[in-house]
């Protein structure tokens, strides 16, 4: 704990080319969550609780006494002194309480203190609370953050409340499928394990579908395996993609992890183990135990010293090379080990750089004393497969996700508007009633128009190549004529594909 990296000072000499691995479900969370917003603030009456709103126009009041109200926070006065600006004021609340974190309550009061005051270094004083607050600002935003001297308060003093937290309690359970009995004393390597038929790949997930299986692998081990509604044996004692709540709490008792009654989490002496009731799946995940301890303090002691992030992500990724998320560019790197329970996240625009730590890492919690480390209230396996839950049941409702349907699969798919991204996995497509394999086409395809021409082909150009046509039942994808320059389906009319307004394609499928 201590000092943050100030991630800043090598962006200038940062040449890296910009990987991003957008992961679905992250887009779909993402994208329910800002509707969901937009739906409430639109619902905001004028004399709401601002401090429970994401934003608002502060131009709309006339004092910074007026302003502050809205957080139940007593305007007391105002002057500059050594071109800072000190703000008295009575909060309502201290930074915790009952050992409750105000961390957003204070934040959005700097926020919009800041946007008020036109973005001019500034203090909130608070002597009957011994809170002070002093804010830094550059560029139209908030810079620097310091809470009684802390530039880190929150993140050193939650990290130390979250390292006390007990241990996750143990569930016994014995597993009786086959294939998942293999994998497991196969280490949870795919080699010489056969499932069956691979029909498809997407997400990083091998699909074998007829099996009812899908496994996604990170490094040279699996990290997650699926059954679906196809898969017609006992999972665990007793307990298949048929069981309903009930069956499960009957013979594992209460959950250690829910999400209402949509899905259920038990962590096992080698393993989690989760119940998806929305999308009649059961999924698992491997407990990794930490190697070589260590060296991971050793790399981190090193880039607290030479504040290098880059050579850190590189050491890192050189000690474990089972990371499943490793996106970068100049001045951002998110490195996340979900299995282990590690997590780098850096930016020039965060106020919370660092190494984080989270509740299902297996080695030493003392590592939280290190500086620019910080210990999360998080599991990042359970956020994962809550992700990977939501993801798959958005889908399978059919829900409006900014893609294009047939009446039989959505397309969530990478047009042009993203052709500055680089490496970005392929457009994806998912049956909507599960009768077909998912599926996806090749990393980094960016297609620039689109047109249904039946339930299951998607007729699509890709401009300075071509035109083709992708059947979403039979994964086959070809290509129907060679185009240079833009190209812009405008419509299908007698079995011909009418681009750029006046040039024509035949259609031929076979």
């Known amino acids: 704990m201590g000092k943050k990296v100030d991630y800043r000072t090598n962006s200038k000499n940062r040449k890296i080319l910009k990987v991003v691995l957008v992961v679905l479900f992250l887009i779909i969370v993402s994208y329910l969550l800002i509707r969901s917003i937009i739906n409430a603030y639109k619902s905001l009456p004028k004399n709401v609780d601002a401090s429970k709103s994401m934003h608002f126009n502060v131009s709309d009041y006339n004092s910074l006494e007026e302003l502050l109200s809205n957080y139940n926070c007593s305007f007391v006065r105002k002057k500059v002194d050594s071109n800072i600006i ?33 973005y001019v270094d500034f203090e909130l004083i608070d002597n009957a609370r011994n809170i002070d607050i002093l804010v830094l600002c550059e560029n139209k935003k908030i810079a620097q953050y310091t809470i009684n001297g802390d530039d880190n308060y929150y993140l050193n003093h939650n990290s130390e409340i979250n390292s006390k937290k007990e241990t996750t309690k143990i569930t016994n359970f014995n597993i009786k499928s086959e294939e998942l009995v293999k994998l497991i004393n196969n280490n949870w390597s795919d080699n010489d394990i056969n499932f069956g038929t691979r029909e498809s790949t997407c997400n990083g997930y091998n699909i074998y579908f007829d099996e009812g299986i899908k496994y996604k ?18 999972i665990v004692e007793g307990l298949s993609v048929f069981s309903n709540s009930k069956d499960v709490e009957s013979i594992l008792g209460t959950p250690t992890y829910q999400h209402e009654q949509d899905l259920y989490g038990y962590v096992g002496k080698n393993n989690y183990l989760f119940f998806d009731f929305i999308n009649k799946q059961v999924s698992i995940y491997p407990i990794k135990e930490l190697q070589d301890e260590e060296k991971f303090i050793e790399i981190i002691n090193q880039m607290n010293n030479s504040s290098d992030v880059k050579e850190f992500a590189s050491n890192l990724t050189d000690l474990w090379n089972d990371y499943d998320i490793y996106n970068y560019d100049s001045n ?82 990478r047009t042009s508007l993203n052709v500055n991204e680089k490496g970005i996995k392929g457009p994806t497509f998912y049956s909507l009633d599960g009768e077909y394999p998912d599926s996806e086409l090749d990393r980094g ?32 994808n070809s290509k129907l004529s060679n185009i240079e320059g833009n ?20 259609i031929i499928i076979n």
Request: aromatic share 16%; proline share 0%; charged share 25%.
């Open 332 to 413: 951002y790197v998110n490195l996340q080990y979900t299995l282990y329970g590690i997590s780098l996240n850096i930016s020039s625009n965060s106020l919370k750089n660092g190494i984080y730590i989270y509740q299902n890492y297996k080695g030493d919690r003392d590592i939280v004393n290190l500086d620019n480390v910080y210990m999360s209230d998080k599991n990042l396996i359970v956020d994962e497969e809550y992700k990977r839950s939501i993801g798959e049941s958005v889908i399978a409702d059919g829900d409006d996700v900014g893609s294009t349907f047939s009446s039989k699969f959505v397309l969530i798919g």
């Open 445 to 476: 395809t960016i297609i620039s128009s689109y047109w249904w021409y039946d339930d299951f082909n998607l007729i699509y150009s890709i401009d300075n190549d071509g035109i083709y046509v992708y059947n979403c039942a039979t994964r086959q």
């Open 86 to 118: 000190k703000i008295y004021v009575m909060f309502d609340r201290s930074l915790y309480t009952d050992s409750k974190s105000n961390e957003d309550y204070f934040f959005k009061i700097a926020r919009v203190v800041a946007d008020f005051e036109n």
């Open 217 to 234: 692998k990170v490094g040279r081990q699996v990290f997650n395996i699926v059954f679906t509604e196809k898969y017609k044996n006992e």
């Open 487 to 506: 190209i812009n389906i405008n419509s299908i009319q007698d079995n011909k594909i009418i681009y750029n307004d006046i040039q024509e394609v035949k």
